[in-house]
């Protein structure tokens, strides 16, 4: 089994023997009265139904000596249609991904619930073991993936033991041994920027391509297509770049230099998008808007409001957007610690990641890094490129698809 995995703080996106995989990065640990019958089904379509998307069902529990938290878990969207109370990543731990149990509990049961599905699909008897050994691509921030004893440590966590991942959705349970045979990690931001610069990919190219034209006519001649298809090449494949990957818990700053990452002028910022939504959070809540989370609040923003609703959604939306300046600065100081020590000239900025999305729109956060680059080039405009919706999200994993494959 092939395995990329970007484990994020707010969604894990992996790609599995070619079958892309997201869901929430959450899991409920049951009690005894969270405890649902097993699962009967009245016909054979009804199951065929189930069992095709068997990793939005898990039920879980976890044998394995590189996790220590006890329980038995539903994992990602079963946990969230349950609604019971959610477990995820706690974005203000400095202790990070590579020491947390929750990587291994998300990880370890997507790649069994993946091997269920697999062996359901062949025909095969699921009342016996499933083996399946593992090589997977994975990705730490810079903060953690940078430093080696880091990273040796988080792959020995799936590498020197096996582990045993037992399904209880059904009377009888599912049982699956995991053994890793390669764990490979890299840096977030580091496997997005490798992806942007081998990519084959043309719709990604002609998004970056209209979010330079949009934003940089000043820059090219708008009558020479040819000049303007060489400078897209060349931006694509910068061999001196900054990758700003704005995810849910941190924000990865990764500055390549001669095409290859330089770790000093590479920082992670230890917020994302979460933090300045919980910030949000505060200041809707003195408003008297009543929201209990940034998960309620997320899905609000990402609802389409109703006519009886929509000035309320709009209020809503102004107050989150207006917080979210501060954290942009934030952003901007860390690109300008990586610019005084990279000691050279940037020739693109590229920002990706599940944050970036309504960040583009809504905020400064463009305007501001265009005259922060100014600042360290000599007045002279660096553009700034947002990396289109559709990829924006996945970019991490779309570089660790091309590791594992030519592992």
Same mark, same amino acid.
């Given at each position: 089994?092939?395995?990329?995995?970007?484990?994020?703080?707010?969604?894990?996106?992996?790609?599995?023997?070619?079958?892309?995989?997201?869901?929430?990065?959450?899991?409920?640990?049951?009690?005894?009265?969270?405890?649902?019958?097993?699962?009967?089904?009245?016909?054979?379509?009804?199951?065929?139904?189930?069992?095709?998307?068997?990793?939005?069902?898990?039920?879980?529990?976890?044998?394995?000596?590189?996790?220590?938290?006890?329980?038995?878990?539903?994992?990602?969207?079963?946990?969230?249609?349950?609604?019971?109370?959610?477990?995820?990543?706690?974005?203000?731990?400095?202790?990070?991904?590579?020491?947390?149990?929750?990587?291994?509990?998300?990880?370890?049961?997507?790649?069994? /619930?993946?091997?269920?599905?697999?062996?359901?699909?062949?025909?095969?008897?699921?009342?016996?073991?499933?083996?399946? !050994?593992?090589?997977?691509?994975?990705?730490?921030?810079? !903060?953690? /993936?940078?430093?080696?004893?880091?990273?040796?440590?988080?792959?020995?966590?799936?590498?020197?033991?096996?582990?045993?991942?037992?399904?209880?959705?059904?009377?009888?349970?599912?049982?699956?041994?995991?053994?890793?045979?390669?764990?490979?990690?890299?840096?977030?931001?580091?496997?997005?920027?490798?992806?942007?610069?081998?990519?084959?990919?043309?719709?990604?190219?002609?998004?970056?391509?209209?979010?330079?034209?949009?934003?940089?006519?000043?820059?090219?001649?708008?009558?020479?297509?040819?000049?303007?298809?060489?400078?897209?090449?060349?931006?694509?494949?910068?061999?001196?770049?900054?990758?700003?990957?704005?995810?849910?818990?941190?924000?990865?700053?990764?500055?390549?230099?001669?095409? !290859?990452?330089?770790?000093?002028?590479?920082?992670?910022?230890?917020?994302?998008?979460?933090?300045?939504?919980?910030?949000?959070?505060?200041?809707?809540?003195?408003?008297?808007?009543?929201?209990?989370?940034?998960?309620?609040?997320?899905?609000?923003?990402?609802?389409?409001?109703?006519?009886?609703?929509?000035?309320?959604?709009?209020?809503?939306?102004?107050?989150?957007?207006?917080?979210?300046?501060?954290?942009?600065?934030?952003?901007?100081?860390?690109?300008?610690?990586?610019?005084?020590?990279? /000691?050279?000239?940037?020739?693109?900025?590229?920002?990706?990641?599940?944050?970036?999305?309504?960040?583009?729109?809504?905020?400064?956060?463009?305007?501001?890094?265009?005259? !922060?680059?100014?600042?360290?080039?000599?007045?002279?405009?660096?553009?700034?490129?947002?990396?289109?919706?559709?990829?924006?999200?996945?970019?991490?994993?779309?570089?660790?698809?091309?590791?594992?494959?030519?592992?």
């Amino acid at each position: 089994m092939k395995v990329a995995n970007d484990l994020g703080y707010g969604a894990v996106k992996a790609v599995i023997d070619g079958k892309e995989i997201k869901f929430p990065s959450v899991f409920t640990i049951e009690r005894e009265q969270d405890i649902a019958s097993p699962i009967e089904f009245d016909d054979r379509s009804q199951k065929d139904v189930y069992m095709n998307d068997f990793l939005s069902h898990m039920d879980v529990t976890i044998s394995s000596s590189a996790i220590k938290t006890p329980g038995r878990f539903l994992i990602g969207q079963n946990a969230v249609e349950q609604n019971l109370p959610l477990t995820h990543f706690d974005i203000n731990d400095y202790a990070g991904k590579s020491e947390s149990d929750y990587s291994l509990i998300l990880t370890l049961s997507m790649i069994a /619930g993946a091997a269920v599905e697999e062996e359901y699909k062949k025909g095969n008897d699921l009342s016996e073991p499933i083996k399946t !050994k593992v090589k997977m691509a994975t990705a730490l921030p810079i !903060k953690e /993936g940078s430093n080696i004893d880091t990273k040796n440590m988080y792959r020995e966590r799936y590498t020197a033991t096996k582990h045993q991942v037992t399904f209880h959705n059904f009377k009888n349970p599912i049982v699956v041994s995991i053994e890793f045979e390669k764990v490979l990690v890299a840096t977030e931001g580091e496997s997005a920027q490798f992806f942007i610069s081998t990519n084959q990919n043309k719709e990604l190219t002609e998004g970056i391509k209209a979010d330079f034209v949009a934003h940089y006519q000043e820059l090219f001649d708008k009558n020479n297509s040819k000049e303007l298809e060489e400078i897209i090449t060349n931006l694509i494949h910068a061999k001196n770049a900054i990758s700003i990957d704005i995810g849910a818990g941190t924000v990865d700053i990764v500055t390549l230099i001669n095409g !290859k990452p330089l770790v000093v002028a590479s920082f992670s910022l230890s917020e994302g998008y979460d933090n300045a939504l919980e910030e949000a959070i505060d200041v809707l809540r003195d408003k008297r808007y009543n929201f209990s989370s940034v998960a309620e609040l997320k899905e609000f923003l990402a609802s389409e409001p109703s006519p009886l609703s929509r000035a309320r959604y709009n209020a809503v939306q102004d107050i989150v957007y207006a917080q979210l300046e501060p954290f942009c600065d934030r952003i901007v100081d860390e690109v300008s610690r990586a610019l005084r020590k990279a /000691g050279a000239d940037i020739q693109v900025v590229f920002v990706h990641g599940g944050g970036s999305i309504p960040m583009k729109d809504h905020t400064q956060l463009r305007t501001k890094l265009e005259a !922060k680059l100014k600042s360290y080039n000599g007045g002279y405009t660096v553009p700034i490129i947002w990396i289109p919706a559709k990829f924006a999200q996945t970019l991490n994993r779309d570089g660790l698809v091309y590791v594992v494959e030519h592992a």
